[in-house]
């Protein structure tokens, strides 16, 4: 009985550490694929969308020609409704860099100053700056 007991015990498990990996890769495989795109919204965002649309509703040349400028406004509202956050976003992480600074040596400053330049550049390529 024990040993059927702890055949039980490791089944459960590796189904487990499967389901983690796999899940895992998933996420990867979505946050290079998928999220990016969505998270941006940079000057290919409306040829992102607008093939989304199409795929979605098949829409005639026409209606891709009419849809496209709409598509554009849009987007760039969305950008500039999102700038007033993304300034109070940076301020914030600026003022939390600067305490963090205050604590390190000045070798751990350099390195940190490299971490944080790495960050800015992502959450920049991120907005679409």
Known sequence: MAMN???LVIGGLSLFITGVIVGALGMGLFAKTGFGRLARLDKDSTAFFMDRLDRALSL???QR???TPVMDELLGKIREARRPCSDKEDAV???G????SRELTPDQVEKYKVIMA???EHR???RGQ
């Not at 860099?97 to 963090?100: A, Q, S, T």
């Open 5 to 7: 007991k702890k055949k």
């Open 60 to 62: 005639s040349q026409e």
């Open 65 to 67: 020609t009419r849809i």
């Open 93 to 95: 992480v600026q003022a």
């Open 97 to 100: 860099v600067e305490r963090i």
């Open 118 to 120: 790495r960050i800015a």
């Open 124 to 126: 920049r390529k991120i």
